[in-house]
């Protein structure tokens, strides 16, 4: 079900979302988990990958993990704290991908001696140092080697990651040595590669760069596994994407076809358009000719739309037309125009910029769509702000994910000296 407007009343699962704010108050993020679950079921479907590995970092809320897991996904993370959330929630390192860049020791010792599956491996430089760890804990790792295709993504230049001019992965020669140095490990297992280009990929084009990259290199070189990291983009407004999962699942094929096993580590496609973000207008003020809805939350919650020029539809929970739609096919709703801003000191602190809306009034929620991803898990302190609580609806019910941090709480790890 996800979210949508029935009658011009925005729905979460059947609960409308007006009920919902009446219990809980805003600012909140809350959950479609109809959403995630329609998501991972296209994945399944549509690219039925050997190995789903859902990307922590684009929302690492422990109960949205749980689920994700429930449904059969394994994972990839990026970072020591992002392991350790897969200990607190039982999930299977044997079958999930630590694919993160900066890999210090403590967190090598972790992740090996927790056997993690498959170690992404960024340069050859890391070899020696994932090498000396193995051989100390007695242990054979899976490793797969991050190739810099030096493939453009068609996406923001922020998040794009396959370019040479971009610090991720290696090129031919870093390729070259790494095979080099896995043959004379007795604890490395060269298991295949891994391209990640980027996210909210532009378009069918890069991906079908990507497969004919790996077609060329598996006549040079065998290989396993090809993990295609994710990239899968999504709506954030009513513009066509473009691409969709089916025709990527159709380039996909192409590798199985030649006998690879695909893992797949997708984020945003799986929780963004599953999150919205809800915020209530405290002030609704005019400069000249320009009318700005003041809201009780900022970038510091969804800092999107400055980082990355994102732009995120948003809406009232109750249209003045009695619609039944998708909330980001909704576009040119009401007759006023308005920049949608927090409260932050800082003329990047907006959600969206000469939007139209229906007449807002001061302490109206708003919803800002599309935030399940790369949402709550960017937010911060920022101007002394605290941290959201995180609501789903699962099953028809309400049920709350993380509590609201509270003012007091931004400072628990200062030392008053
Ligand atoms: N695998 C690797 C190695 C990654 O670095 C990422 C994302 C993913 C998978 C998941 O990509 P996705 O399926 O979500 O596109 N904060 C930015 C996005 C940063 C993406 C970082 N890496 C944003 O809000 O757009």
């Known amino acids: 079900m996800g979210f949508y407007f029935e009658k011009g009343r925005l729905f979460c699962d059947g609960v409308k979302v007006e009920e919902i704010v009446a219990k809980t108050g805003t600012p909140i993020f809350l959950y479609s988990f109809d959403e995630l679950k329609a998501r991972v079921n296209d994945l399944k479907q549509y690219i039925d990958p050997t190995i789903l590995a859902y990307a922590v970092k684009s929302n690492g809320t422990l109960a949205i993990l749980n689920y994700i897991k429930e449904l059969g996904s394994t994972f990839d993370v990026g970072s020591l704290g992002e392991f350790k959330l897969l200990q607190r929630i039982g999930a299977d390192p044997m079958r999930s991908v630590f694919s993160g860049l900066g890999k210090t020791p403590e967190c090598l010792d972790a992740i090996i001696s927790n056997n993690i599956g498959f170690i992404s491996i960024d340069d050859p430089g890391e070899l020696r140092k994932i090498d000396q760890v193995a051989s100390k804990l007695s242990k054979k790792i899976k490793v797969l080697f991050r190739i810099n295709p030096d493939i453009d993504a068609k996406t923001h230049k922020y998040i794009t990651t396959g370019l040479y001019q971009t610090k991720f992965g290696m090129d031919e020669t870093g390729f070259s040595r790494s095979l080099q140095m896995v043959k004379e490990s007795s604890c490395l297992q060269f298991s295949g590669i891994h391209i990640h280009i980027g996210s909210q ?102 800092i999107r739309p400055p980082l990355y020029d994102a732009k995120h539809t948003v809406l009232k ?13 909704v576009d040119n709703i009401g007759n006023i125009k308005y920049d949608v801003v927090g409260p932050i000191c800082e003329n990047t602190d907006f959600f969206a910029r000469d939007i139209n809306l229906d007449e807002v009034k001061e302490g109206e929620p708003l919803a800002i769509f599309s935030a399940g991803g790369y949402g709550c898990v960017l937010s911060s302190n920022y101007n002394g702000y605290p941290k959201l609580a995180q609501y789903g609806v699962m099953n028809s019910r309400l049920i709350q994910l993380t509590k609201a941090e509270d003012c007091n709480e931004i400072v628990r790890n200062d030392l008053l000296i």
């Open 201 to 302: 990929v532009g378009g069918i084009e890069p991906f079908s760069k990507v497969v004919d990259y790996v077609l060329k290199l598996s006549r040079e070189v065998k290989f396993e596994y090809v993990d295609l990291g994710g990239g899968f983009p999504i709506p954030y407004d009513s513009k066509p994407l473009g691409v969709d999962i089916k025709s990527i699942g159709e380039e996909y094929r192409k590798l199985k076809n030649s006998g690879m096993k695909i893992i797949i580590e997708p984020g945003r496609y799986i929780v963004g358009n599953a999150g919205i973000l809800i915020t209530s207008v405290i002030l609704n003020k005019k400069i000249g000719k320009k009318n700005f809805l003041v809201c009780n939350t900022g970038m510091n919650s969804l």
């Open 317 to 329: 929970l109750n249209l003045s037309s009695a619609i039944d739609q998708i909330p980001w096919n």
